[in-house]
């Protein structure tokens, strides 16, 4: 079945060329048992490697059931061997981390022999060998004799028509050497046998034709005893491995070694987590659009600020506000936004601050004390020196304007009293912090609209200048009047009638655009009489002013909750907010998020260099992982160049490899995210980045990782495979 026509094979150094085969003709079949003998460097192994497919051949032809394999290029080699060829040893080749029912399961695994009938197959030739005692013994704790068994039972699992051994004997003891010989007898009754002895005596009782060489040259080949050959079948090629296979595989191989699965697993939780951290901070940089940003619309645009009107312009429900408050992301929902536009300032100094719901405040925010929990509990900036404890009266800024000049020394009658609880971290931070119920006070909410008002009188016309305008409630006074001073008024009126002494009340209501929204309320007869006088015309600095019963302001401005604010912690969990919420019916403004177009321009560039820092982090990793990996992955090859040479394709093995990396850092993966929830939930001082990730981000961090994975898998089998199997097998 296997012809050799004057094959020669030369070995080329730098220097010199060494004939190993010199013209080798040959012809052998099956049921032979032929022994190879000859001197120490006459050609024996490059014979039995030619044959066998694991080394090339020069010159000549070697046929195998008349098929010329000068042709074959690697992937006919590999199928030849995986066909044709069992192999056995002198240093055994097989795997010490596995037991002996491993190994021969592998090979029969790899040879793609029928599930169902694999494991007692695989019995059945461990038994054979006389290894049935040993079936679950690890193969590194075997004796040789019984390694060579092993690697045997491993050769006749391929039920290949030949079977080679190099020097299968040489590191036995005589005894188990015999046992090993009378075994390859018999297997030679239905196959062909080629094995290679430098020791003749001990195989020429059983030895059906002795071959030997000389100096690369056959010297004598005599037929010792005459055999009938009968032509065998090479087995079918194998289907290849089921990818399930491969995995358990691959879990096999992780499992098999737990030292260097801890060491693997500990360099990939390593990497894992600089990459978590870099990537959790790029998350949060790209995410944090507040940086530097200012808005013209609104006095507070802290980040924990999300506006959300209704798009109809209705008042919110209490269900609708339920269900804000139900969002794992907002903290708290202040049904009456347009208090948070509010200045207060302290009674009798010139400082003024505005006002944040006290769900706002973070871990870390406080320098002292605590958040407060009641209404009459206040978070004082560090800047306004008042100490824990201290009691402060607050009063609404635009009061401070229109207080009558002759009460100047009295209280406004405005003025709230707080407790201080605790002292904000940052400096120069002109924020206070009132619990949720002082928000809700009746009070601040006028103060709110009124200042809201004045707002709008500001920016009615932009060409007009018209300064700051409040309306102050004056309970004395009739309902359904307004009282505008003479100097406000001359201010309201549109610029044409400026300085006309003769205009008369209803020439104002009809000229005076400024005060245009009260129109609807004219015509639907709320307000009667408009009181042009000198009362409040005059303020503590001449400030403009509008003044009506609180009653007539209640029904001008409703006080229903038709803006809200949802508390979140900062711009990422209230986009989040955002894409949550049904645009169609919400309108939603973050006060926080408006930027002038060149701090987009940087925010552009600010995103391009961190996604480039990650980049350039990846491919830094990827090489210290295959510097930290490549001597673990080292140790493995001589575990490959077995599977190579029991049969194994260069493809399954690439996928065996990758599937290993990939799990190794999936665990890493799973580990490490377990941890850092866990760090979430613990307070600890390493940051908590995860609170920026969505799905997407664990989804494109994990497959990164998977990507780096299968990189490197795809690497270390590239070096793996650089090399021959023979090469491979003769370097280990
Ligand atoms: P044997 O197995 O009979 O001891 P080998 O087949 O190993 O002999 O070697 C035959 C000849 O080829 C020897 O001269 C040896 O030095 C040479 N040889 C074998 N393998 C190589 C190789 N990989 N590179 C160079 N020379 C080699
Ligand atoms: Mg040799």
Do not use: C
């Not at 871990?363 to 009691?391: F, H, Q, Y």
């Not at 002109?430 to 002082?438: C, G, K, Q, S, V």
């Not at 009809?510 to 009362?535: G, K, M």
Request: glycine residues 4%; charged residues 20%.
């Amino acid at each position: 079945m296997l012809k050799l026509q004057h094959v020669s094979k030369y070995y080329r150094s730098e220097e010199t060329v060494v004939q190993a085969l010199r013209r080798v003709s040959l012809t052998l079949n099956s049921g032979e048992f032929v022994v190879i003998t000859g001197e120490s460097g006459s050609g024996k192994s490059t014979l039995l490697n030619v044959i066998s497919g694991l080394d090339t051949y020069e010159e000549g032809e070697l046929s195998v059931n008349g098929e010329e394999t000068s042709y074959y290029g690697k992937e006919d080699w590999e199928n030849y061997r995986s066909q044709y060829i069992g192999f056995i040893f002198q240093n055994y080749n097989i795997i010490d981390s596995y037991t002996v029912y491993q190994n021969v399961m592998a090979a029969l695994t790899i040879q793609g022999y029928p599930k169902s009938s694999r494991k007692m197959r695989a019995i059945e030739l461990i038994e054979r060998v006389g290894l049935k005692e040993q079936l679950k013994q690890k193969s590194s704790t075997l004796s040789g004799g019984q390694k060579q068994r092993v690697a045997i039972a491993r050769a006749l699992a391929k039920d290949a028509p030949i079977i080679v051994a190099d020097e299968p004997t040489g590191n036995l003891d005589k005894k188990a050497g015999q046992n090993i010989i009378k075994l390859l007898k018999e297997i030679s009754r239905e196959k062909l046998v080629v094995m290679v002895t430098h020791n003749y005596e001990e195989v020429q009782d059983e030895a059906t034709r002795r071959i030997r060489l000389f100096d690369g040259e056959v010297v004598e080949d005599k037929t010792l005893v005459q055999t009938d050959s009968a032509p065998t079948q090479p087995k079918p090629l194998h289907q290849g491995m089921h990818w399930l296979e491969k995995l358990a595989m691959a879990t096999r191989n992780l499992l098999a070694m737990p030292k260097r699965l801890l060491l693997t697993l500990a360099i990939s939780l390593f990497i894992v987590a600089v990459f978590s951290f870099t990537y959790g901070s790029y998350i949060e940089a790209s995410s944090a659009f507040d940086i530097g940003s200012w808005n013209p619309f609104f006095n507070n645009n802290d980040p924990s600020r999300l506006i959300v009107l209704r798009r109809d312009q209705a008042p919110f429900t209490p269900e609708e506000l339920a269900e804000f408050q139900s969002y794992a992301r907002v903290r708290e929902v202040i049904a009456f936004d347009p208090v948070l536009e509010l200045r207060l300032g302290l009674e009798d100094t010139w400082s003024a601050y505005y006002v944040l719901p006290s769900a706002s405040l973070t871990r870390g925010d406080l320098r002292e004390g605590r958040v407060p929990e009641s209404a009459a509990e206040i978070v004082m900036p560090r800047e306004a020196a008042i100490p824990i404890g201290e009691t402060v009266r607050l009063t609404f800024d635009s009061d401070r304007y229109y207080r009558d000049p002759q009460e100047a020394n009295q209280p406004s009658g405005m003025v709230q009293t707080f407790t201080v609880v605790g002292i904000h971290a940052a400096r120069y931070h002109n924020y206070i912090y009132l619990h949720r119920e002082a928000l809700e006070h009746p009070l601040l909410q006028y103060k709110a609209i009124e200042q809201h008002v004045s707002l709008l009188f500001a920016t009615a016309d932009k060409t007009a200048e018209i300064p700051y305008i409040s309306i102050r409630l004056d309970e004395t006074l009739e309902e359904n009047t307004v009282h505008i001073g003479q100097r406000t008024f001359s201010l309201l009126i549109s610029p044409e009638y400026f300085n006309t002494p003769s205009l008369t009340e209803a020439a104002f209501l009809e000229q005076s655009y400024a005060l245009s929204i009260l129109h609807p309320l004219i015509s639907e007869e709320h307000l009667t009489t408009v009181h042009i006088d000198t009362i409040f015309s005059q303020g503590q600095f001449g400030m403009p002013a509008v003044v009506m019963h609180p009653d007539l302001f209640a029904t001008l401005f409703h006080l229903d909750s038709s803006q809200v604010t949802l508390v979140v912690e900062d711009s990422f969990d209230a986009s989040r907010v955002m894409a949550a919420l049904d645009q169609s019916t919400y309108h939603t403004i973050y006060p926080a998020e408006y930027q002038p177009m060149e701090m987009y321009l940087f925010t552009i560039f600010e995103r391009l260099a961190s996604f480039i820092a990650v980049f350039f982090q990846l491919t830094v990793m990827y090489f210290l992982t295959y510097l930290a990996l490549r001597n673990i992955m080292r140790a493995r090859k001589r575990d490959y160049v077995i599977y190579r040479s029991i049969g194994a394709t260069q493809k399954d093995l690439n996928q065996i490899t990758i599937l290993e990396l990939i799990g190794v850092f999936l665990t890493a993966f799973v580990i490490m995210y377990v941890l850092w929830a866990v760090n979430a939930v613990v307070e600890t001082p390493i940051p908590n980045y995860l609170r920026y990730y969505t799905l997407g981000n664990y989804l494109f961090a994990a497959g990164l990782l998977m990507g780096l994975a299968f990189l490197l898998g795809l690497r270390f089998n590239r070096k793996i495979f650089k090399d021959s199997v023979i090469t491979a097998l003769r370097t280990e």
